[in-house]
């Protein structure tokens, strides 16, 4: 096969030599409507750059003489066998109706990012060099910088994308946070990115065994991302769905505010009253005894007046009959007390609000803020809300059914004590004009019969007033339970009334803000103000594509490298030449 290349490129020569007229230069301008540029970049294994060469592809040509620029070391023709001419950083050739290549080498130029690679194994720093052979745990880090002394259009408007092929027999564990990994035949590819403008530290980490690596693929290429802008209509209605639904359950918790402060206002006034009965009961079960007592003197002063009266003995000391009324009177007096407190209590218990809630209502209102994401805390706050509901309403069914009569029956008494006390005291200040004594005699013995059964009632009620006041304590702990539980509450509808109503301003704007949010997004990736430059020289024109194509060498435990580089050198032109047509 070279044979035959052989021959039929030394045919071209001859027959290139013996036509002069065919391709004798043209003193003509020629031009061409558009040049690509392909960076090539060989790297050593830590980033630095050693060497860089630019292939140059001039495309749909008008034949004649094309001017290029380049600060180019040294210069080959890649299409034909014609001569370039080369004037410091000018170069020029004849170009015929057909695509133009030709390669030129930079001297002391660098790329638009500084590249620094650096290995460790087993956490300390080693020379690439010293790798081949080696086994352990390697990390490699990449760092990708912007170098300012290059064209900021390469950095603001390239993507950068690295790619390293690992063999699966000598890496093991393989860890990359911010590259993709991917299988590659029998290999794995990890692929690393780096956006226009961005700055990036990559990590590759993983177990070695007997270390080896293929050479690292760094391309660039302008980040012409073509992304449509997305359809967010339907998204946007369910955002106002959204939006439309956070509104509706601030309404619902303003309201559910409301009714809790309402509530809480009522538990403190029945607190306040609950406190007050429960002085007054103890108070007056104090003074039972003492009530009890003097109520059995009077029961036994009758008693033994309406013995003497039927043993028709001379009636007994009046001076002792002068303490009956205020005794009466004391007794009433308590019995007065109790009623007022009661009755205040009764009317604490009124203050709290009678809006009943069936179990669908709660329920609805628990499902609405399951559906709209409610957190545990929003849960538990509603939750304590139902119980103190619960609660309040079942202080004020034992209340409504306490029985009415209490009050009113120890008023009548209270009535009938007093009465009676006016009764003994217009019937002492009468005696003197009673006729006979045996009316009074009478009287009083009546009123011993009817007093001993006002005294076993009263007995009853102070037994009935000490029962409730050691099971009211119960109680009304139980409301003070209550009111500090509804303080609370209204303390984290408070709160919750605050996240909702936030949120709700929040969403308000849900789906304008999202779109916002999107175009801002979008604005990222547009890179349709992006204008090619040439890389060599700002004098160049017509510039299509620019990209880089750049590599580090292999780490193998032979040093290929070398024996490559000295072939490379060791080939002759048509060595060369043959390596353009083959490749």
Do not use: C
């Not at 011993?448 to 009632?457: D, I, M, R, S, V």
């Not at 992006?530 to 017509?542: A, M, Q």
């Amino acid at each position: 096969m070279k044979k035959w290349l052989y021959i039929s490129l030394s045919a071209l020569l001859i027959f290139t030599t013996l036509s002069p007229t065919t391709f004798a230069k043209s003193a003509n301008e020629g031009s061409y409507d558009e040049k690509d540029e392909v960076v090539y970049g060989k790297l050593d294994a830590n980033g630095a750059t050693k060497n860089m060469y630019i292939v140059n592809s001039f495309h749909d040509i008008k034949r004649g003489k094309i001017t290029d620029y380049g600060d180019y070391t040294n210069i080959r023709n890649l299409t034909d066998l014609s001569p370039i001419e080369q004037d410091g950083k000018t170069i020029s050739f004849q170009a015929e109706d057909e695509e133009f290549y030709y390669q030129g080498e930079l001297h002391e130029k660098t790329l638009p990012w500084n590249i620094s690679i650096t290995y460790k194994l087993d956490g300390k720093e080693i020379d690439p060099k010293k790798l081949a052979g080696k086994s352990g745990q390697l990390d490699m880090q990449m760092t990708i910088e912007a170098n300012d002394d290059v064209d900021d259009v390469f950095i603001d408007y390239y993507l950068l994308q690295i790619s390293i092929t690992l063999d699966p027999l000598i890496f093991h564990d393989i860890q990359a946070p911010k590259g993709t990994i991917a299988n590659e035949g029998k290999n794995k590819l990890i692929n690393f990115s780096v956006m226009p403008g961005e700055e990036e530290e990559l990590i590759l980490s993983a177990d070695v065994e007997d270390f080896e690596m293929d050479p690292i693929d760094i391309s660039a290429i302008p980040a012409n991302l073509a992304i449509d802008d997305p359809d967010v209509d339907e998204m946007s209605g369910e955002m106002k769905t959204l939006s439309d639904a956070t509104r509706d359950i601030h309404q619902g918790v303003t309201e559910l505010n409301d009714g809790i402060k309402e509530l809480n206002d009522g538990t403190e006034e029945l607190q306040d009253g609950s406190t007050d009965y429960l002085a007054g009961i103890e108070e007056l079960d104090e003074s039972s005894d003492e009530l009890v007592e003097g109520s059995q003197m009077i029961t036994d002063v009758l008693q033994q007046i309406e013995k003497e009266i039927d043993e028709q003995i001379d009636m007994p000391n009046v001076d002792e009959i002068d303490q009956l009324p205020q005794a009466f009177r004391n007794i009433a007096e308590g019995l007065e007390s109790f009623a007022d407190v009661f009755n205040r209590l009764d009317d604490a218990i009124d203050q709290i609000p009678n809006q009943p809630l069936n179990d669908e209502d709660i329920e609805s209102l628990y499902q609405t803020l399951i559906e709209n994401d409610a957190d545990d805390q929003d849960l538990q706050t509603f939750n304590e809300l139902v119980e103190t509901y619960e609660a309040a309403q079942m202080a004020k069914t034992i209340s409504e059914n306490l029985p009415g009569h209490i009050a009113n029956g120890a008023k009548d008494m209270a009535e009938q004590l007093t009465t009676v006390a006016r009764e003994i005291e217009e019937a002492l200040a009468d005696m003197e004009q009673l006729d006979e004594l045996a009316e009074l005699q009478n009287g009083l013995k009546d009123l011993a019969t009817e007093y001993a059964t006002l005294h076993e009632g009263l007995v009853t009620y102070t037994e009935g007033v000490h029962s409730l006041a050691t099971s009211y304590n119960d109680l009304n702990d139980g409301i003070h339970d209550l009111s500090d539980g509804t303080d609370e509450l209204e303390s984290g509808i408070n709160e919750l009334h605050d996240g909702t109503k936030e949120l709700k301003e929040e969403t308000s704007d849900l789906p304008s803000d999202m779109q916002a949010e999107i175009d801002e997004f979008m604005e990222d990736f547009d890179f349709s103000d992006f204008t090619p430059t040439s890389f060599v020289s700002t004098k160049n024109k017509n510039i299509g594509v620019v990209q880089f194509v750049l590599q580090t060498p292999s780490i193998k435990m032979e040093d290929d490298d070398e024996t490559d580089e000295t072939e490379e050198e060791d080939k002759g032109f048509w060595d060369r030449l043959l390596d353009l047509f083959i490749s």
